[in-house]
């Protein structure tokens, strides 16, 4: 089992920046992806970063703003979001997979999830 904790959801106004954490033991043997729910909304894909750091994908709606790292001798992995939007305001979400192979964009090709770190971006 892997307990994935976020952190460093607050709240900014739109321009305002964030950058949020998602920490656990063993961190590093597993591909992060970050995900968002906001009320009443399914949740949904954000962005995502390879075990080792070497590769990054991004929804549509953050390229450009949102950068996805990982720091593994800390196991932790980041996700700095810029310029944000009143419209990200969401519950964020940190999940891993063990595999490589299979889409990244998937909520449902992870396998654990941390509980959630609210992101309010005001006007």
């Known amino acids: 089992q892997v307990q994935l904790v976020e952190s460093g959801g607050g709240l900014v106004q739109a321009g305002g920046s964030l950058r949020l954490s998602c920490a656990a033991p063993g961190l590093d043997s597993y591909h992060t992806g970050w995900f968002r729910q906001a009320p009443g909304k399914e949740r949904e894909f954000v962005a995502a970063?390879?075990?080792?750091?070497?590769?990054?994908y991004y929804a549509d709606f953050v390229k450009g703003r949102f950068t996805a790292s990982r720091d593994n001798p800390k196991n932790e992995v980041y996700l700095q979001m810029n310029s944000l939007k009143p419209e990200d305001t969401a519950v964020y979400y940190c999940?891993?997979?063990?595999?490589?192979?299979?889409?990244?964009?998937?909520?449902?090709?992870?396998?654990?999830w941390g509980q959630g770190t609210q992101v309010t971006v005001s006007s």
């Open positions: 999940a891993v997979r063990r595999l490589y192979s299979g889409s990244f964009y998937s909520a449902n090709e992870y396998d654990h």
């Open positions: 970063v390879s075990r080792y750091g070497g590769s990054t």
